[in-house]
């Protein structure tokens, strides 16, 4: 969705929103006038700024950003005037006619409700072993009115007031985690009635349990998208596990952040690729004498996290390339011998205009990765543009 000359500045101003006010909670939690919840301060207003909104309001967005620049020059008159004696006056005379000048975007459009745990961050790092938590506590809680496709068409769904949403469509990714953190914690109710109409689960799962819940959730919903679409709208990263490479003691996949990462699940991997790492996944039972690669992962849970994530129940020769800051954004299926355009299934709207489904020249792999290299992945919560 970055395809508009506005997505840098838009993606910079919405960056400095959220970077604002988490800030401005850790200095309330530094001075002790935020409380504690979850594990974490809290955010102690009912609303917060957000950047959702602006996304689709350019000229509230220009508005919002042109009056940071006022209450910035504000801001340095104030200081000046502190400064400097003679033309004090003057500058203070400047503070309130720059603070009545400004464009003010309009209240609702940037300001959303909060929760506590708004700017809460999940610290589960999107590890295979948390996926496979949440999906146990999934079945066990979950499935029932959210389904097993997580499609919202459960068995208990058509008795439900309100229809469950569909976890594979842009809500989890246009809600902060936070805020997914509270409802599963404490519910969800209607805006007009304030009827419940989805119970809390606090008193019968913790907040990691909840974290967890998110992963599965992610990865379920990406999944199901690249079976019902053949893409990921919405961009998901590369679950993180225990890699072995040769005789050196074992490493995260997170710890090669900054390079590109290539998995490839089965039993043997194509010959290393000096632009990726590449990683050989192997299946939760390998035939004998199997793993020949430089580096190894192999748990049952990392097999299953990524066959979720592609949205297969066969991922053994499935290749899977994450960029350099961890998003997935390149699927080789099975059999594939070539690389085609097709194959970037994280992409932005940009790209997808260009020759869709053209075959690559030889080599395929390379025009994919600078593509994939071309167009970063942008931020993606709480209204955060991919
Ligand atoms: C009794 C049925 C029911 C069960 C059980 C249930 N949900 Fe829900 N869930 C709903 C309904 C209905 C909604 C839509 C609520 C609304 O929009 O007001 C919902 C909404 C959600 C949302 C979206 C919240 C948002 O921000 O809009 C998430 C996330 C969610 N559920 C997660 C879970 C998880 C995780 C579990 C298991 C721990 C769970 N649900 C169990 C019925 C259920």
Known sequence: MNSTPEADWLNLLIGLLQGAQLQLLRVLDALGLAGQVHGQPAWPWSQRLSGENLLIDLGQARSLAWTLVFVA????????ALLWRRPRF???AMVPMLLIAAPWPEAHVVLVPATPTSFQASPTGFTAASIAKGRVLYEQNCVACHGVDGRGEGP?????????????GPLLWRRADGDLLWRILHGTRDAQHGRATMPGFGGKIDEPDAWALIDYMKALGAGQSLRALGSWPQPIGLPDMAVRCG???????ASWRGQRVRIVAGNAAPAEDPRLVTVLLVPPSPTAS??????VA?????WEALALIAGTDRLAGTQLIADRDGWLRVRGEPGNTGWSDDDLVCRSERTTAAGQGAALPADGLGALIARMDAEPVRFVKGGFIH
Do not use: E, I, K
């Open 73 to 80: 020059v504000a801001l340095l008159a104030l200081l000046l």
């Open 90 to 92: 003057y500058f203070l």
């Open 156 to 168: 208990l769904a058509a008795s439900l007031a309100v229809w469950p949403p569909n976890l594979s």
């Open 247 to 253: 005789s050196q003691p074992p490493r995260t996949l």
């Open 290 to 295: 199997s793993a020949a690669a430089d580096c």
């Open 298 to 302: 192999q748990s049952a849970a990392a």
